[in-house]
Nanobody
């Protein structure tokens, strides 16, 4: 079992930055592919970014490429999402997710592929 706890959300103006963090329980964090998803009211949950067991194996939704950066620190069991140049359309609940993964496997972008989820943290971007 893996428990995930997100933090770092808040209310910001358009153009600002936020850094989300997700801390995972357990001693095998490095064996998991980690993802960030978001869900706005009335919309489906959508993929934002993910990182494989190797820190250079990442992928992003087109809507956030060049603005968001995902990273992981295996020593701290933490995955982070640096969000720059935030837009009102980034407003959503942001969720951290984990799935046990082999090394160098392709990045999973479907929420159905992830086994563990955090409770979420709200990001609100005002115009």
């Amino acid at each position: 079992q893996v428990q995930l706890v997100e933090s770092g959300g808040g209310l910001v103006q358009a153009g600002a930055s936020l850094r989300l963090s997700c801390v995972a329980s357990g001693r095998t964090f490095s064996s998991y592919q980690m993802g960030w998803f978001r869900q706005a009211p009335g919309k489906e949950r959508e993929f934002v970014a993910a990182i494989g067991r190797s820190a250079d194996n990442t992928d992003y939704a087109d809507s956030v490429k060049g603005r968001f950066t995902i990273s992981r620190d295996n020593a701290k069991n933490t995955v982070s999402l640096q969000m720059n140049s935030l837009k009102p359309e980034d407003t959503a609940g942001y969720y951290c997710a984990a799935v046990r993964s082999d090394t160098n496997v392709a990045i999973r972008m479907s929420s159905n592929d992830y086994d563990y989820w955090g409770q979420g943290t709200q990001v609100t971007v005002s115009s």
